[in-house]
């Protein structure tokens, strides 16, 4: 069959979606797969098996991340990448990261049933930790591929029970001996749904992604003093969860003053003593912020940092605001957005470009290796919530975009 006419088969691509869903599925109907535990282990493993079996070498690196190599006639040519993550939110959905993965899954599939051979190598990565909801940094494993973050800090970043990353990838038996980077890539690529709503509302399959917003994120403590709620005068106290409370409104307002494209989110909030009758001494919270444009995210950064010191001083609170991540927007490379471009476009695929507002394992790997991405519709645009759902027909479109960019760069052997 010529090399043109390969096309992915979208129900086994389906079937594994929904049988890696399993493990962490959750009764709405999502996953809960955090980052380095029990669940990840099982879904590591699972994704592993089927790597193998579509005659893979597999190499894990020393934070975990996993790669799967698929021989080229050049062995020594640098590889063409795919992958994503399999890590997921708290209330985490079927499809993102673990398209990108199985998507790449199913390319090397695709490969092996139609005995087509490349001239480079092709791989799948399955990097550790992209979420960010277990230990911060976001996107730490393909961040410490591309040498934005040493190894040994990675290793020794600890989650809210004090577990620290090392220990946790120990435990699960994914702490490799690759070593971190220095890996020749000639090309990333990677597919991800959507995680927003402009494909859907203008009913086009593909989004050629261009790049990413920037972010910063950001650790913020207030406090105050824990005291009785009967007897202490309403002017007398010093209410943290007061602090945190208009800060919430003031991170809302600084990202509405740079619409359309502002983002400002709280999505994580730790009162303390919590206790209904106790006035809250203390508010650990964090905040995430974004911008395509690195200079509006400079003023939000500056807004954020008077908000916090105006409320402080009025509600007479400490406030310890600490950014603890941060990316600038990122491009991404013009010959791979022109592979994904020209892939759809041979397959009759209705398309936009667009950025990505989500952080995604693409953005560091741009660092290291010439990169584009490849977006899908999900349904309302909903992600980072247990119903984020997709339909089969576009993840299938998606993963032929996929497989065709991926050869346009891996070059196939002819017959
Ligand atoms: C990753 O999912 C992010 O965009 O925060
Ligand atoms: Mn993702
Ligand atoms: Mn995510």
């Given at each position: 069959m010529?090399?043109?006419a ?11 979606l929904?049988?890696l869903?399993?493990?962490g599925?959750t ?6 797969r ?8 099982q879904?590591?493993?699972?994704v592993?098996?089927?790597l ?10 020393r934070?975990g991340?996993i790669?799967a190599?698929?021989?080229g ?6 590889v ?14 079927k499809f ?5 993965v199985?998507?790449g899954l199913?390319?090397?599939r695709?490969?092996?049933a ?6 480079k ?13 277990r230990?911060?940094?976001v996107?730490?494993?393909?961040g410490?591929?591309a040498g ?8 020794a970043q600890r ?5 620290a990353?090392?220990e ?9 001996d690759a070593?971190?980077g220095?890996?020749a ?9 959507e ?5 859907e509302?203008e009913?086009r ?10 972010q910063?994120w950001?650790d ?22 007061r ?6 409104e ?8 740079q619409a359309?494209e502002?983002r400002?989110?709280?999505?994580f909030?730790?009162v303390?003593?919590?206790s ?8 650990a ?11 509006a995210?400079a003023?939000m950064?500056?807004d ?14 400490e ?10 927007s ?5 010959a ?7 892939a759809a ?23 290291v ?11 309302d645009?909903i992600s980072?919530?247990?119903i984020e ?8 479109a998606?993963?032929?975009?996929l ?13």
């Amino acid at each position: 069959m010529s090399p043109n006419a390969l096309r992915i088969d979208g129900s086994r691509l389906w079937r594994s979606l929904m049988d890696l869903a399993r493990i962490g599925a959750t009764p709405k109907g999502g996953v809960c797969r955090l980052a380095l535990t029990d669940l990840d282990r099982q879904g590591r493993d699972c994704v592993v098996g089927w790597l193998r079996d579509a005659g893979c070498s597999i190499e894990v690196d020393r934070v975990g991340n996993i790669f799967a190599l698929r021989r080229g006639r050049s062995a020594s040519a640098p590889v063409v990448l795919t992958g994503s993550h399999i890590d997921t939110q708290p209330s985490g959905g079927k499809f993102d990261g673990n398209y990108g993965v199985l998507a790449g899954l199913e390319v090397l599939r695709t490969l092996a049933a139609a005995g087509i051979e490349t001239e480079k190598p092709v791989g799948v990565a399955i990097w550790t930790n992209e979420e960010g909801s277990r230990f911060v940094p976001v996107m730490g494993g393909s961040g410490a591929f591309a040498g934005v973050f040493a190894v040994e800090h990675l290793l020794a970043q600890r989650d809210v029970d004090g577990v620290a990353f090392g220990e946790a990838l120990d435990r699960i038996g994914y702490a490799g001996d690759a070593p971190v980077g220095g890996r020749a890539l000639d090309a990333y690529f990677e597919a991800h749904i959507e995680q927003g709503p402009i494909l859907e509302r203008e009913n086009r399959v593909i989004g050629v992604v261009t790049g990413a917003l920037g972010q910063r994120w950001y650790d913020c403590v207030w406090n105050g003093q824990d005291a009785h709620a009967g007897p202490t005068p309403m002017e007398a106290r010093h209410d943290a969860l007061r602090g945190a409370a208009r800060f919430v409104e003031a991170v809302h307002a600084l990202a509405v003053r740079q619409a359309p494209e502002g983002r400002g989110t709280v999505g994580f909030v730790q009162v303390k003593p919590n206790s209904r009758n106790v006035v809250p001494g203390r508010v650990a919270m964090s905040v995430d912020l974004r911008h395509p444009d690195d200079a509006a995210l400079a003023v939000m950064d500056r807004d954020l940092r008077d908000a916090a010191a105006a409320i402080a001083r009025e509600l007479r609170l400490e406030c310890d605001l600490t950014q603890v991540d941060q990316f600038p927007s990122s491009r991404f490379d013009p010959a791979c957005i022109a592979a994904v471009r020209d892939a759809a476009a041979a397959l009759g695929l209705s398309r936009r470009e667009m950025p990505s507002g989500a952080g995604h394992d693409a953005i560091y790997v741009a660092r290291v290796a010439p990169t584009a991405m490849i977006f899908v519709p999900c349904k309302d645009g909903i992600s980072h919530n247990e119903i984020e759902d997709a339909q089969p027909a576009h993840l299938e479109a998606g993963a032929n975009v996929l497989l065709h960019a991926v050869l346009a760069r891996a070059g196939a052997v002819p017959a």
